[in-house]
């Protein structure tokens, strides 16, 4: 695998840790809704994972990422549909793909 896609693949994992240290060990939705620095700094993170995605697929289309396109979609509605953003939809994000997502590229960047 190409230098350039670790890289994008080790920002994914620093993303998705930042998010996880973000909410801390006992994280709950209302007190990620109720907390605007919170929610911006998670979906902010968000959009580092879709664009760093975004970039590893125009590197290698054929990546073993189960959601690399739904996690490029997500970024973009992050940016440009920003006043459409649903918390709760984030935080389903949050709750049921990040951990699968992160076990992927972790996988990825053990193999090199």
């Known amino acids: 695998m190409k230098r350039e896609i670790n890289k994008y693949l080790f920002d994914v994992k620093v993303s998705i840790d930042s998010i996880f240290d973000y909410l ?7 007190e990620y809704q109720n907390n605007k620095l919170l929610r ?7 959009e580092i994972i879709g664009e760093a995605m975004n970039r590893i697929l125009k590197l290698c289309p054929e ?19 920003y006043d459409k953003v649903e918390d709760v939809v984030i935080w389903g994000i949050v709750s049921n793909h990040l951990l699968k997502l992160k ?10």
């Open 40 to 46: 911006r700094g998670i979906e902010r993170e968000i």
């Open 24 to 30: 801390g060990e006992n994280y709950d939705f209302f």
């Open 103 to 112: 076990d992927e590229v972790e996988a990825l960047l053990k193999k090199e």
């Open 63 to 81: 990546i073993q990422i189960e959601n690399a396109r739904k996690i490029v979609d997500t970024r973009n509605w992050v940016i440009h549909g």
